[in-house]
């Protein structure tokens, strides 16, 4: 059986993004030139160029004609896109953009259980329940808890069958990819939020899924405040 060679574009894109997600390469520099790339990654002049406007396109540069390619400062960055939270999580990320994303998940996840509430099928508030179950049985095991808690909170976000909500998708899944490694320590106190989130959905009462929510959010917002007092005291 023949190896598909991986795809010369999307490892360059991702070589160059965790160099900049990373801090590698600081907002304000300007990366190698195509040469320089061409020669570090046997790739081609149409590869590099290719690779900077994918980058571009998610905020981390700017491409100008005669100057080279610019790094972006931080707050321009595309910071709902699946791939650059990947990359940060693989570098440097800081308690602040950690917090940044947990006010994200504050925004938007409570307003996703409440239409879950409103609007799952039979199926998915069973789901949901079992689920929650999973967490609750390998709260023991941090790896298998997590996935659990994951999986949780991603049938949430597909039950409210909003097709915005369902275009997070990546970008959740992503957010949560980074964030919960830094909040495991808070599994175990936040279970029974957790459970009042399911119970409600599955009783079809929004406000309780909306207030339930809001409370396992607060609780893991909590802990990330907590240890950026520790890290800095």
Do not use: C
């Not at 160029?49 to 707050?75: F, M």
């Not at 959010?217 to 520790?230: K, M």
């Amino acid at each position: 059986m023949t190896k598909t060679k991986p795809n010369r574009t999307t490892a360059l894109v991702e070589a160059l993004g965790i160099r900049i997600a990373s801090g590698q390469i600081l907002p304000g520099a300007y990366l190698p030139s195509e040469g320089e790339l061409e020669q570090e990654f046997g790739v081609s002049r149409t590869v590099v160029r290719e690779a900077a406007k994918i980058l571009s396109a998610k905020g981390l540069v700017t491409v100008r004609q005669r100057t080279g390619t610019r790094v972006e400062p931080r707050e321009r960055w595309q910071w709902l896109d699946g791939e650059l939270i990947a990359w940060l999580s693989r570098g440097r990320i800081s308690h602040d953009e950690l917090m940044a994303f947990a006010e994200a998940r504050q925004i938007i996840e409570p307003g996703a259980a409440a239409l879950a509430a409103l609007r799952a099928t039979d199926l998915e508030r069973q789901a949901i329940l079992d689920i929650y179950r999973r967490m609750e049985r390998d709260q023991k095991n941090p790896t298998a808890a997590v996935a659990a808690d994951k999986a949780f909170h991603m049938s949430i976000l597909a039950a409210t069958h909003n097709p915005v909500l369902q275009s997070l998708r990546q970008a959740i899944e992503s957010i949560l990819d980074a964030v919960f490694p830094h909040t495991v320590g808070a599994f175990a106190a936040n279970l029974e939020n957790h459970a009042a989130v399911a119970e409600a959905i599955a009783a079809g009462d929004s406000i309780a899924a909306r207030h339930a929510m809001e409370a396992v959010l607060d609780r893991t917002s909590g802990f990330l405040g907590h240890a950026r007092e520790q890290a800095t005291s």
